[in-house]
């Protein structure tokens, strides 16, 4: 049963020792920590620039994270964001050039509907290759990404390279008219939207919904699931296939919205950021909302940082692996602080 | 005869957080003796043993060994003591060998180990061992009494001069637990081994052992040598006289109309060979049906293949007439419901609240929904709190993890759940395992209940007792199949065990 | 001969060839794993012992003039690594699998951070033998230049499966792996014995990935490794925890990952991005094959399962 009191704690305790601890690493780099700390306040958050800046990096982050969240809740730690993205973006980039000119609405619509498609059942298969071959999802879903990196470049080098992208290898672009805007004046393109829809409901899925319910069940002793007579292999895939549709979305947005058209840039590494954001919510969708902005800051400064400190842009991800180890240690303390909890009934 | 205490544990406290686990508690183990620790389930029995195993530092009291007194920091300090334990789960490595296990288990090897050396120099001392066999096994490819007797030559091979068995029998045959105990009571007299046993079982305090001390609640009730007792005393000595609720009376039933009927069932285990084979099975309505049988033969693959926990591979299980699948629609229609063994492993999920288990069939039913798909929390929380009340179910709310819950509660919960509506067909399993007599009898009397209300019911059951009590007619199982039919009025012990052992 | 028969020689030798220099790294990983795993522990997490132990190998050597002395920084870093690893994933509570991928990205970023002096610059590399050096074809040539750490790797399989099998030592990491009650009773610290257990099979990565850095490809850069840590997990599972196997697939993988450029050095060069796919593709394969719906594997250590 989710103790709110005890969650709140300990993420914001844990979270408050990993900044210490990156202070501790901006120290080692002969930088006052306090200075790179307000340097990164100000990449993330210090302006309406950065804000934007932070924004447009959360909203796929979002999707990303999903992709995590989802399978953890019926058990399986799925790494494949990364993957579903590279084929979600692949897949509806080719639907769109070819719908090209039958008017944003459609090409938008079916792009969409064909990158949530394509991730979905991506991740999908990295589910029954669990369920019914006993393949670590861990595994098989890292795996696939590869592969789909792989067949990314491979076509995009190849086949479908559009001719005048000789230096950085792309498709064709589908069209400045049909691509997703942003919103109002902001260059805040409307994913954000997306991202955040796309959490609050599946958060109402996970926690209110008959469906969610039965997707805890299944992910908190599966044995019990098969007393109760639940259909457990649906579930599962399920679960996989919303999470790889919401990555697989992400894929769709960076085309749609950002780049026009496929190529390398999909390969971006958001589905690694995504897999400690889904870890930092504690598979909680509605909470990967905060933490998806918290990493989108981060990332967005990183450029500041660099200008400010000559710190290279691997420090990010120094940071992140730091938040990382200590949000999964903080995992020891959630049951031992008596207080937090009702009395407990003395063993009868 | 006044013979040398080799043990004496005196006034012996130990608390685990809140819970006192054992106050004031004494034992005076004489040389060469077979002394039996008796109590029912939560008793101290096993913190006492594991305190004098070196597991446990006691809080308080005194351990004397051999007329010395001793601090036993560890399990490796108590061997060397010359102190050795057979566990109720055995720790035997079960993809290695008999011999690979027996080796590794000494505490002084050399650092480079020569097998073949090893091997020549165990089967030699084989020859002086109560129980013989073919080193070379595989652990895993052993049965359960087999286990046992590796498990009690390890401990003879490593020199121990006190032993101690921890429910020695609970998977032995009666006929095997027969031959095990009489050869452990042949060693003590041999002089060369003494003997604590933990145990429930009266008839084996009364048959094998000398002395018997009662423990009830981790408080000392009392010794004696076993010629001056006998099993009413020490009914009395383990409950305190408690009083039990009387089991309902037996209500006759004129319909024998088949509720449940396996035909032709094959469930294949694990390692994918047949646990199960070809089973054939009816039981009627209001009628409870037991089979027993040692663990290990196939009761938890049937239990499973009728909880839908896994897969039959041929064979049928019909329901009311009708083939019975195992997914919620069928469930409710015919109103089958299973109480599985070890209840939180298999039939509650731990992280999930008492609530939340309770609702764990129905939570997507009209009376708890809205609109066919959101969840009405405030419907689920009321019916626990009913059931809660209506089941004494001692938790400090509906909101309460169900693993934080004591054993009995867990299958309080589980009780509640699947009997808390009118139920055709109850397959359950073990259900008072490793509770307390109270429990006990509170689920006995439900199942009773459930009988004369007409549910048809399957009992399985490793422990016979519990059997014979409850059944109206009972099969024993043995490699997978039923070979034995009868009732509890024409039950008799030495034929059971036979064909228990596969006979 | 006719050209095409040369052509056809040239790719098998350039296949050997690459199966050991390829494969090398796969030697080490997959024995630290699968020492890790037979001590009952599994470790996503070498991914990024290899990076590190890439990039404190090139900066040792580069810094010292010795590569040898680099391999051993790298071993060092290895050990710290799988250091934090065990003493994360010794609660319960903590999940081992979510520790192994915050490590991977953890190490990968440091590594990252503290290599990018050491990206330009040359550091001395480790010596190979020139078994193929009596003949006139450079392909051939190419091919059997055996660098040392291979030998040593070679020799480094047998010396576990003795260490398994035949010390108190190793039948201890067994006890462990295969049943933590029965390592209680024993007296065994299943901690002690997991701890050392992943230091060392961290350290076994390290090598491998000063391998990378200071052989082949032979400098450091930040797409340096791809994926050959995790490739090493599925290995082992594919190998049934035997060394000597472990062994093996290692070359297997080496010539499946060596395919790619070796058709691209007699010419082929279409496909060659799905070439590069190909050891992914191999090691998926190989899982689904290796593992069953019921998920007993012969062989695996028991403790894993669990």
Known sequence: ?348 | ?503 | MSGQDIGLWSVLIAVLGGAIRVGTPFIFVSLGECLTEKSGRINLGLEGNLVMGAMVGYATSYLSGSPWLGVLAAAGSGCCLGLLHALLCQHKRVNDIAVGIAMMLFASGLAFFYGKPFIQPSAPRLPSIGFGNWSDSPVVRAALDINALFFIGVILAPVMAWFLMRTRWGNSVRVVGESSDAALAMGISIHRVRLLSTVAGGAFAGIGGAYLSLYYPGSWSEGLSSGQGLMAVALVIFARWNPIYCLYASLLFGAAAALGPALQSVGIHSGYYLFNAAPYILTLAIMIISSDRKGTLGGMPGELSK
Not at chain 2, 55 to 84: F, H, N, T
Not at chain 2, 160 to 184: C, Q, R
Not at chain 2, 222 to 244: H, K, R, Y
Request: hydrophobic share 45%; with cysteine.
């Open chain 2, 1 to 503: 005869m006044n013979q040398d205490i080799v043990l004496e544990a005196i006034d012996i406290g130990k608390v685990f957080g809140d819970v006192l686990a054992l106050q004031g508690v004494g034992l005076k183990l004489q040389a060469n003796s077979v002394h039996a620790l008796l109590g029912e389930n939560g008793a101290g029995k096993s913190t006492l043993v594991k305190c004098l195993m070196g597991y446990y530092r006691p809080d308080s009291g005194q351990i004397i060994l051999r007329q010395k007194e001793q601090v036993i920091d560890s399990p490796q300090q108590a061997a060397r003591l010359g102190l050795g334990m057979v566990y109720q789960h055995f720790t035997l490595i079960p993809n290695m060998t008999i011999a690979e296990n027996i080796v590794l288990s000494r505490p002084s090897l050399p650092a480079v180990i020569d097998w073949s050396k090893e091997i020549r120099a165990l089967q030699s001392r084989m020859a002086d061992m109560p129980f013989q066999f073919d080193l070379q096994r595989k652990v895993r490819d052993l049965s359960a009494g087999e286990k046992q007797k590796v498990e009690i030559t390890k401990q003879l091979l490593l020199d121990a001069e006190i032993l101690i068995l921890d429910e020695p029998t609970s998977v032995l045959t009666p006929t095997e637990a027969d031959e095990v105990l009489e050869k452990i009571h042949q060693l003590t007299r041999s002089g060369s081994l003494t003997v604590l046993m933990i145990t429930h079982k009266f008839r084996e305090v009364m048959r094998y052992a000398d002395q018997v001390t009662v423990l009830r609640k981790g408080r000392f009730v009392g010794a004696a040598d076993v010629t001056q007792v006998n099993p009413q005393m020490l009914s009395d000595m383990m409950v305190g006289g408690e009083s039990i609720s009387k089991p309902p009376a037996r209500e006759a039933h004129a319909s024998f109309q088949a509720r449940l009927k396996i035909s032709g069932l094959q469930v294949n285990n694990d390692q994918g060979l047949p646990a199960v084979k070809g089973l054939e099975l009816e039981v009627n309505e209001g009628e409870i049906v037991g089979i027993a049988g040692v663990s290990g033969n196939g009761q938890k693959q049937l239990v499973e293949a009728l909880s839908g926990q896994r897969e039959v591979t041929s064979g049928n299980i019909f329901a009311h007439g009708e083939i019975f699948v195992s997914n919620q629609r069928s469930i409710d229609k015919h109103k089958f419901y299973c109480l599985p063994e070890e209840p939180l492993k298999n039939a509650c999920v731990g992280n999930l609240s008492v609530a939340e288990n309770l609702v764990l069939r129905r939570f997507n039913h009209p009376a708890f929904v809205y609109w066919r798909w959101l969840l009405n929390r405030s419907a689920i929380r009321r019916n626990a709190e009913k059931l809660i009340a209506q089941y004494k179910v001692r938790t400090s709310g509906p909101d309460q993890a169900v693993s934080a819950l004591s054993g009995g509660n867990i299958q309080r919960v589980v009780l509640a759940r699947e009997l808390a509506q009118e139920v055709s067909v109850l397959v359950i399993s073990n259900p008072c395992f490793g509770l307390d007599f109270k429990a006990v009898a509170d689920i006995r009397g439900q199942l009773l209940a459930a009988r004369n209300r007409g549910t048809a019911i399957l009992l399985l059951s490793e422990d016979l007792d519990e059997i014979l009590e409850l059944s109206d007619r009972f099969h024993v199982i043995s490699g997978g199949e039923l070979v034995y039919q009868t009732t509890p009025a024409q039950a008799d012990l030495n034929t059971i065990g036979q064909y228990m052992a596969g006979h």
């Open chain 1, 1 to 348: 049963m989710l103790n709110l009191r005890e969650t709140w704690l300990i993420s914001l305790g844990a979270l408050t020792v990993a900044f210490m601890l990156v202070g501790i690493f901006f120290a080692s780099t002969g930088n006052s920590p306090f200075e790179v700390f307000y340097t990164l306040y100000r990449g993330a958050f210090g302006s309406w620039f950065s804000w934007q800046n932070t924004l447009v990096r959360a909203a796929p982050l979002m999707l990303t994270a999903l992709c995590t969240v989802l399978p953890a809740r019926v058990g399986l730690i799925v790494i494949g964001g990364e993957g579903a993205v590279v084929v979600g973006g692949l897949c509806s980039t080719l639907v769109g050039l070819a719908l090209r000119d039958m008017g944003p609405f459609t090409v938008i619509t079916a792009m969409v509907l064909t990158g949530a498609l394509t991730g979905g059942l991506w991740i999908a298969a990295v589910g029954a290759l669990q369920y019914f071959r006993n393949v670590n999802e861990t595994i098989s879903s890292l795996l696939l990404n590869y592969i789909a990196i792989a067949i990314l470049n491979f076509l995009v080098i190849g086949i479908l390279k559009d001719p005048a992208t000789l230096n950085n290898p792309s498709t064709h672009a589908i069209g400045e008219a049909n691509m997703i805007g942003n919103i109002g004046a902001s260059t805040i393109h409307w994913g954000l939207v997306y991202g955040v829809v796309a959490c609050v409901g599946l958060w109402v899925i996970c926690r209110h919904s008959v469906f969610g319910f039965a997707a805890d069940v299944v992910g908190g002793n599966i044995r019990a699931a098969r007393l109760a007579g639940l259909p457990v292999v649906k579930i599962l895939l399920w679960c996989c296939f919303l999470g790889g549709a919401a990555a697989g979305l992400a894929g769709t947005l960076e085309v749609a919205a950002v780049h026009g058209r496929a190529n390398n840039g999909l390969n971006a590494g958001y589905g690694y950021a995504g897999i400690l954001v889904a870890f930092l919510a504690r598979h909680n969708p509605l909470a990967v909302i905060p933490y998806a902005i918290l990493l989108g800051g981060i990332q967005a400064s990183g450029g500041l940082m660099q200008r400010a400190h000559n710190l290279p842009d691997a420090t990010v991800y120094v940071i992140q692996g730091i938040i990382f180890m200590v949000i999964l240690t903080s995992e020891l303390f959630y049951g031992k602080f008596r207080w937090l909890h009702a009395t407990r009934e003395a063993k009868s």
